[in-house]
C-alpha cells in the first residue's frame, strides 16, 4: 500500500499544522496561528507607495499513513510562471527543521519562488533528511518551507486565482 | 477507491527464483512486469532482459497556494445566502433598479496529482505514468518532475 503524505501549513511549533492537501494555503494580514482558513478575510492591502507583505506561511509534509519501505528525495517546485501579474511577487526559502516565529517582515534569503520550477527543485529535505521509514508514521518529515508574498503599489486588486505548488517524493 | 500510487502492481523474475525485495533492488532481474492492479483502464508493461538496477515511485502532491479559487469562493458564498436574502435579491431583480452581474471570471482546473513508476536501468530510466500508462525514456541521471 502506497504511503498518504500530507502537506501541512505549520502553525505553532514544527510539529502544529493544519492539513491543506485539498485547500488552499491563502496569504493573509495575519498570522497562521490567527488564521489558516481559505476566506476573504485579512486580505494584503495595496499600499500608496512600495509594498505590503504577508506574514509568512510555513509548510510541512505529514506522514499520515506510512510507506512499504521509505520515502525519500522531497522537492518543491512551481510551474515557473506568476499568475498573478504585476506587482505581486512570492519568496521561498527552506529553514530546516527551526520553527522560528511567523513574521511580517521581508524575508531575508529567499528567492522567487517561481524559479524554482521542474528543472530545478526546492530542496525540501537537506536538514531534517531522508529516508523516512514506516516508524516516521504519525510525524512530520522533510524540512519547512517558508513563503511570503509581496504586494506593491502597481499590483491589481482583488482576490487571485491560486497558482499551484508541487511537493514531489521518492516512494519505494 | 484506489489511490493513484497504487494502480499498478509490480513483479520481477530472478534466475535463483527469489522475491522482490522491498528496497527496491532489481539487479539480476530478467523479467520486470508492470501490471495494473484493475487489469482493464492501463496498459500493461513487460520488460525483458534489461540490465535492471533498481525500482521506485515518484508522487507529485499538488497543493493551491498564494490565493484562493475564486469560483469555488463565491459558490461556497451563494450556498450560504438565507432564503429572506434571496427574496430581496429576487424582488429588487423584478424592479429591475439593478442588473445582476453574473460571476464570470476564468476558472482555472487544478493540476493533479500523479505518480510514476521509475524502472531504472544500468543506460537509461523508464518513467511509467500511472495516470495512463505511458512511458518516457530517459538517460540514466535525468530526474523527471511532473
Known amino acids: 500500500m502506497a504511503a498518504t503524505i500530507?502537506?501541512?501549513e505549520m502553525t505553532t511549533n514544527a510539529d502544529t499544522g493544519v492539513n491543506k492537501t485539498s485547500g488552499t494555503v491563502r496569504f493573509k494580514n495575519v498570522a497562521?496561528?490567527?488564521s489558516t482558513t481559505a476566506d476573504a478575510n485579512d486580505p494584503i492591502p495595496i499600499p500608496a507607495a512600495g509594498s505590503n507583505l504577508s506574514f509568512v506561511k510555513k509548510l510541512r509534509p505529514y506522514m499520515e499513513a506510512p510507506p512499504d519501505t521509505n520515502i525519500s528525495n522531497i522537492r518543491?517546485?512551481?510551474?515557473?510562471?506568476?499568475?498573478?501579474?504585476?506587482g505581486i511577487t512570492v519568496n521561498a526559502k527552506n529553514i530546516g527543521i527551526t520553527f522560528g516565529t511567523h513574521y511580517q517582515t521581508a524575508m531575508s534569503g529567499g528567492a522567487?519562488?517561481?524559479?524554482?520550477?521542474s528543472a530545478s527543485p526546492l530542496n525540501g529535505d537537506g536538514t531534517d533528511a531522508?529516508?523516512?521509514?514506516?516508524?516516521?508514521?504519525?510525524?512530520?518529515?522533510?524540512?519547512?518551507?517558508?513563503?511570503?508574498?509581496?504586494?506593491a503599489s502597481t499590483a491589481i486588486s482583488g482576490a487571485k486565482t491560486a497558482e499551484t505548488l508541487t511537493c514531489a517524493y521518492d516512494e519505494i | 477507491m484506489s489511490i493513484i500510487a497504487?494502480?499498478?502492481?509490480?513483479?520481477?523474475?530472478?534466475?535463483?527464483?527469489?522475491?522482490?525485495?522491498?528496497?527496491?533492488?532489481?539487479?539480476?532481474a530478467v523479467k520486470v512486469s508492470l501490471i495494473?492492479?484493475?487489469?482493464?483502464?492501463?496498459?500493461?508493461?513487460?520488460?525483458?532482459?534489461?540490465?535492471?538496477?533498481?525500482r521506485f515511485k515518484r508522487y507529485f502532491k499538488r497543493v493551491p497556494v498564494l490565493g484562493f479559487n475564486k469560483a469555488a469562493y463565491f459558490k461556497e458564498m451563494e450556498s450560504k445566502i438565507t432564503e429572506a436574502r434571496k427574496d430581496a435579491r429576487n424582488a429588487r431583480n423584478a424592479r429591475k433598479t439593478s442588473t445582476p452581474v453574473p460571476f464570470n471570471d476564468k476558472f482555472v482546473e487544478p493540476k493533479l496529482d500523479e505518480c510514476v513508476n521509475v524502472i531504472c536501468l544500468k543506460?537509461?530510466?523508464?518513467?511509467?505514468?500511472?495516470?495512463?500508462?505511458s512511458v518516457l525514456v530517459t538517460p540514466p541521471d535525468y530526474e523527471l518532475y511532473l
Open chain 1, 76 to 86: 518543491w517546485y512551481t510551474d515557473g510562471t506568476n499568475g498573478f501579474g504585476t
Open chain 1, 6 to 8: 500530507q502537506i501541512h
Open chain 1, 112 to 117: 522567487d519562488l517561481f524559479g524554482y520550477t
Open chain 1, 32 to 34: 497562521s496561528t490567527t
Open chain 1, 130 to 151: 531522508g529516508p523516512f521509514v514506516p516508524a516516521d508514521d504519525g510525524t512530520y518529515i522533510g524540512d519547512i518551507i517558508e513563503l511570503q508574498i509581496a504586494v
Open chain 2, 36 to 54: 495494473p492492479k484493475d487489469g482493464i483502464r492501463l496498459p500493461r508493461h513487460d520488460l525483458i532482459g534489461l540490465p535492471f538496477v533498481r
Open chain 2, 6 to 28: 497504487d494502480l499498478y502492481r509490480v513483479e520481477a523474475i530472478w534466475p535463483d527464483a527469489r522475491e522482490l525485495p522491498a528496497n527496491g533492488d532489481l539487479s539480476g
Open chain 2, 123 to 133: 543506460n537509461a530510466r523508464l518513467y511509467i505514468c500511472n495516470s495512463n500508462g
